[in-house]
């Protein structure tokens, strides 16, 4: 079982940048796709972005340009770029690995489809404020 854990995660004010990190417990960029969610209070979890082993990335279009997936094999690690924070940026976010024999490829459509597959990290809050 794939273990994730998040960090990097705090308060700032609009404008700022954050800097996520996701370690992941074994090498499975040969295999998974990899990504990250957020969920807002009040609102349903959604995809930020998704990166395969080759470290081609895709995003959602609300973060398009602000965010930035990166991956780092040897040290096992996931990391989620964040700059020109916004309010509406604040929830918590997740890393997820997904390595559903049905996924046809990785993208955030393939993440969002497949979620219930993801294993999932226990999330890190960002908050915010203007």
């Known amino acids: 079982q794939v273990h994730l854990a998040e960090s990097g995660g705090g308060s700032v004010q609009a404008g700022g940048s954050l800097r996520l990190s996701c370690v992941v417990s074994e090498d499975v960029y040969s295999s998974y796709c990899m990504g990250w969610f957020r969920q807002a209070p009040g609102k349903e979890r959604e995809v930020v972005g998704s990166?395969?082993?080759?470290?081609?990335?895709t995003y959602a279009e609300s973060v398009k340009g602000r965010l930035t997936i990166s991956q780092d094999s040897a040290k096992n690690t996931l990391y989620l770029q964040m700059n020109n924070l916004k309010p509406e940026d604040t929830a918590m976010y997740y890393c997820?690995?997904?390595?559903?024999?049905?996924?046809?490829?990785?993208?955030?459509?393939?993440?969002?489809?497949?979620?219930?597959?993801?294993?999932w990290g226990q999330g890190t809050q960002v908050t915010v404020s203007s």
């Open positions: 990166i395969n082993r080759h470290g081609t990335t």
């Open positions: 997820a690995a997904n390595g559903s024999p049905w996924r046809k490829g990785c993208s955030v459509e393939d993440l969002r489809v497949l979620a219930p597959y993801n294993e």
